[in-house]
């Protein structure tokens, strides 16, 4: 998912920012 966000990103020259540490928090409930 990061990979992908991160590619699509660079194809349509958006500046993007992919937090690893943010990702791998999951919410509970």
């Known amino acids: ?3 992908h966000s991160s590619i ?3 194809e349509y ?3 993007c920012v ?3 540490n943010g990702a ?3 919410p509970d409930g």
């Open 1 to 3: 998912m990061l990979s």
């Open 8 to 10: 699509v990103a660079r």
């Open 13 to 15: 020259r958006i500046p």
């Open 18 to 20: 992919v937090s690893v």
């Open 24 to 26: 791998l928090q999951l």
